[in-house]
């Protein structure tokens, strides 16, 4: 158990060091690729990511930014294995967890993206996207499961009711009600 502690601590400090200690041409790289991003100029951001894990294959901090350009691409896949592999390799790190749970829930894989939820929860227990998203994702799951009990009885009217909340709550909300 303490040869795995440490190993812990070790990650994280040489995460810290990867973030912190990384200097200012690092953080132009990352800036740079991050603006890309934004600005949706997403090939020129997975060329210049690309370019930069070649020479730093590990770097965490890339490779999410690495699956944020391929997940704008819609290149699902790419990015689904892209931030499966980074929480693999540093599952301490929240954000790869959350973002895996997101491309997930998309596909309507809702429990595999409350594993990833709760992976990111215990990762960072005040990770607050995290809740609000681990709470979407189950409410989609009752609102499936009310749906199956509405099909195979019809006259429950309870199941048809929550069927109706669940459906209410999920409901994409106005601009004004927010």
Do not use: W
Not at 18 to 42: H, M, R, T, W
Not at 96 to 102: E, F, K, T
Not at 114 to 123: N, P, R, S, V, W
């Amino acid at each position: 158990m303490y040869p795995a502690r440490c190993l812990l601590i070790a990650r994280r400090v040489v995460l810290v060091s990867l973030f912190v200690i990384g200097g200012p041409a690092f953080a132009d790289v990352y800036d740079e690729v991050s603006q890309l991003i934004k600005s949706n100029a997403l090939e020129a951001a997975l060329v210049k990511a690309e370019a930069h894990l070649s020479s730093k294959p590990a770097d965490p901090q890339m490779r999410f930014l690495k699956g944020m350009a391929q997940r704008g691409q819609n290149k699902i896949d790419d990015a689904l294995k892209t931030f499966t592999d980074i929480t693999e390799d540093y599952p301490e790190l929240p954000e790869p967890h959350n973002n895996l749970a997101v491309m997930h829930a998309a596909k309507g894989q809702f429990h595999q993206a409350q594993k990833a939820l709760e992976m990111a929860i215990k990762a960072k227990p005040d990770y607050a996207a995290a809740y609000e998203n681990l709470a979407d994702v189950h409410v989609r799951l009752a609102e499936q499961a009310y749906r199956q009990a509405s099909t195979l009885e019809p006259q429950n009217a309870r199941a048809v009711q929550k069927l109706r909340m669940a459906e209410q709550l999920l409901k994409p909300q106005s601009s004004a009600s927010r």
